[in-house]
């Protein structure tokens, strides 16, 4: 229940304040998304699993976001950012489906 009181205060204080994400990080914010998303779904079906540890989801939320960050910026540095932004986001979403079919197995049984 705390999760889903954090999200909503979240998302309110995100509609009021507006925050303003610089130019400089705009390109990396979706990257960051899907990779959050993708610690957020291994989490989910950790947590179905029975085997989720806090402490690991922390530092695979973490490392998600600033490896993914890390790869865009490197490609931007060698030019080919688009390239790897792509490739970044096809892994990622591979992750993301997979662990989908896995909560999805373990919410259906099928």
């Known amino acids: 229940m705390i999760a889903v009181l954090g999200l ?4 309110v204080v995100g509609l009021v304040v507006r925050p303003v994400v610089p130019n400089v990080v705009e390109p990396y914010l979706p990257i960051a998304v899907v ?3 993708d610690a957020v779904f291994g989490g989910l079906r950790a947590m179905l699993d029975g085997i ?4 690991v989801f ?9 490896v993914a960050a890390l790869i865009v910026f490197l490609g931007d540095k060698l030019g080919v950012g688009a390239q790897l932004s792509t490739g ?13 079919a896995a909560i999805r197995r373990h ?3 099928a």
């Open 8 to 11: 909503v205060v979240g998302v």
């Open 35 to 37: 990779a959050a998303l």
């Open 52 to 55: 989720f540890d806090d402490k």
């Open 58 to 66: 922390v530092v695979s939320f973490l490392s998600n976001v600033v």
């Open 88 to 100: 970044v986001v096809v892994v990622l979403g591979i992750r993301i489906f997979s662990n989908a």
């Open 107 to 109: 919410i259906f049984r």
